[in-house]
């Protein structure tokens, strides 16, 4: 009675989370914390798939490293966790370890446990993601333990689909206020140092990284610094970037993203030292291009190791475009600005002339000999 009372209750509060549409690693915490508690397991964890398909990426976790969120990963049908959700089927084994399907994660810290228990996270059809628990000790897995996972699964899913959809809308409405927060500051008569050290203040937070900086094409082959967010003045008056040298030169030269996982152990990366001191781990470098000529780079770090997905890669190449576009206009008003000023300096100059021969004309024939 006591274990049946739990479970309503675990229930109640998944079906909360699906009706209050709950932040999607507040809904992740919540299922896999009363889950363990209900089923009395020493370990729950939720992977969800990744864009792409392919991917098992863990979400939440109450008995593996924390520190493994967001990194460990398997692929689709590897490990127990990993088959339930490729055949969309339960599967629990008392020795998982010695189980051929079983994946070993180190980052997850998961050596002390012995069963497994893992079941497929199925919405509308479609998969999204794998539930499993773990016991420390040799648990042989029962049909109504079996059976009462596979439902808060099928709950969970609902859930958590319903969250992901509330933070992408979350997630866009932010991109899209930043972008129009940047339109405006872009179109504003600021001058054109003010207006870019804006936007990497502004990218920074869009992505969140820990630091941004933007470099622009000068003397048409070197990357200069013009404005940096979160780094130190040793790095803003670092020294100018070759074109088609290191990350940022190949990435200006052949006019595409790049993403580098550590820059302190890429070959490719040109101060590595720098990094280090700067306390910076993974870059996401998009060029400036507007009007089909790439005019500088924007770059992005995080302190840790982090992927960057195809969304992210996107967004940040919409702010580096909208900012290409930008600067090519703040010159082009600026030579207009300095081509009228010409202009009107000449056509005072002729005028003054003007005015001098048609005195020394007006003088000239009538005027008496010395």
Same mark, same amino acid.
């Given at each position: 009675?006591? =274990?049946?009372?739990?479970?309503?209750?675990?229930?109640?509060?998944?079906?909360?989370?699906?009706?209050?549409?709950?932040?999607?690693?507040?809904?992740?915490?919540?299922?896999?914390?009363?889950?363990?508690? *209900? /089923?009395?397991? +020493?370990?729950?964890?939720?992977?969800?798939?990744?864009?792409?398909?392919?991917?098992?990426? =863990?979400?939440? %976790?109450?008995? $593996?490293?924390?520190?493994? /969120?967001?990194?460990?990963?398997?692929?689709?049908? @590897?490990?127990? %966790?990993?088959?339930?959700?490729?055949?969309?089927?339960? *599967?629990?084994?008392?020795?998982?370890?010695?189980?051929?399907?079983?994946?070993? $994660?180190?980052?997850?810290?998961?050596?002390?446990?012995?069963?497994?228990?893992?079941?497929?996270?199925?919405?509308?059809?479609?998969?999204?993601?794998?539930?499993?628990? !773990? %016991?420390?000790?040799?648990?042989?897995?029962?049909?109504?333990?079996?059976?009462?996972?596979?439902? /808060?699964?099928?709950?969970?899913?609902?859930?958590?689909?319903?969250?992901?959809?509330?933070?992408?809308?979350?997630?866009?409405?932010?991109?899209?206020?930043?972008?129009?927060?940047?339109?405006?500051?872009?179109?504003?008569?600021?001058?054109? +140092?003010?207006?870019?050290?804006?936007?990497?203040?502004?990218?920074?937070?869009?992505?969140?990284?820990?630091?941004?900086?933007?470099?622009?094409?000068?003397?048409?082959?070197?990357?200069? &610094?013009?404005?940096?967010?979160? $780094?130190?003045?040793?790095?803003?008056?670092? #020294?100018?970037? =070759?074109?088609?040298?290191?990350?940022?030169?190949?990435?200006?030269?052949?006019?595409?993203?790049?993403?580098?996982?550590? *820059?302190?152990?890429?070959?490719?990366?040109?101060? #590595?030292?720098?990094?280090?001191?700067?306390?910076?781990?993974?870059?996401?470098?998009? #060029? =400036?291009?507007?009007?089909?000529?790439?005019?500088?780079?924007?770059?992005?770090?995080?302190? @840790?190791?982090?992927?960057?997905? #195809? !969304?992210? *890669?996107?967004?940040?190449?919409?702010?580096?475009?909208? %900012?290409?576009?930008?600067?090519?206009?703040?010159?082009?008003?600026?030579?207009?600005?300095?081509?009228?000023?010409?202009?009107? &300096?000449?056509?005072?100059?002729?005028?003054?002339?003007?005015?001098?021969?048609? $005195?020394?004309?007006? +003088?000239?024939?009538?005027?008496?000999?010395?």
């Amino acid at each position: 009675l006591h =274990l049946f009372a739990d479970t309503r209750r675990a229930l109640r509060e998944i079906g909360r989370a699906i009706n209050a549409a709950l932040e999607l690693q507040a809904t992740l915490e919540l299922i896999t914390r009363r889950t363990a508690e *209900v /089923i009395g397991m +020493d370990s729950c964890s939720i992977y969800l798939l990744d864009d792409d398909g392919d991917y098992l990426v =863990l979400g939440a %976790t109450t008995g $593996l490293s924390k520190e493994a /969120i967001g990194e460990a990963r398997l692929k689709l049908g @590897e490990g127990l %966790t990993g088959w339930a959700a490729e055949q969309e089927e339960a *599967v629990g084994v008392a020795d998982a370890a010695h189980d051929p399907r079983f994946k070993h $994660l180190p980052e997850t810290r998961e050596s002390i446990f012995q069963s497994l228990l893992a079941v497929p996270l199925v919405n509308q059809g479609r998969v999204i993601g794998a539930m499993n628990v !773990q %016991t420390e000790r040799h648990h042989e897995y029962e049909d109504d333990e079996v059976e009462l996972l596979a439902l /808060i699964g099928d709950l969970a899913a609902g859930a958590l689909e319903k969250a992901m959809l509330h933070d992408q809308m979350q997630r866009q409405i932010e991109e899209l206020s930043t972008l129009a927060e940047v339109s405006e500051a872009i179109t504003s008569p600021l001058y054109l +140092d003010e207006m870019l050290d804006l936007v990497v203040e502004m990218a920074a937070h869009l992505m969140p990284v820990k630091a941004t900086s933007l470099m622009l094409l000068e003397d048409g082959d070197q990357l200069v &610094r013009h404005a940096v967010h979160g $780094l130190s003045d040793a790095y803003r008056n670092g #020294p100018a970037v =070759l074109l088609g040298e290191g990350v940022t030169g190949c990435v200006a030269e052949e006019a595409r993203p790049a993403v580098v996982r550590d *820059v302190r152990g890429d070959a490719r990366y040109l101060y #590595p030292e720098l990094a280090e001191e700067e306390g910076l781990c993974s870059l996401l470098s998009v #060029p =400036l291009q507007g009007r089909e000529r790439v005019i500088g780079v924007l770059n992005g770090y995080t302190g @840790e190791p982090r992927s960057f997905d #195809p !969304q992210e *890669v996107e967004l940040f190449t919409t702010l580096a475009n909208q %900012t290409a576009l930008a600067i090519e206009n703040a010159r082009l008003v600026v030579n207009t600005a300095v081509v009228r000023e010409m202009h009107h &300096r000449v056509k005072n100059n002729l005028q003054t002339i003007a005015m001098l021969l048609r $005195l020394q004309m007006s +003088d000239g024939p009538d005027r008496p000999a010395a």
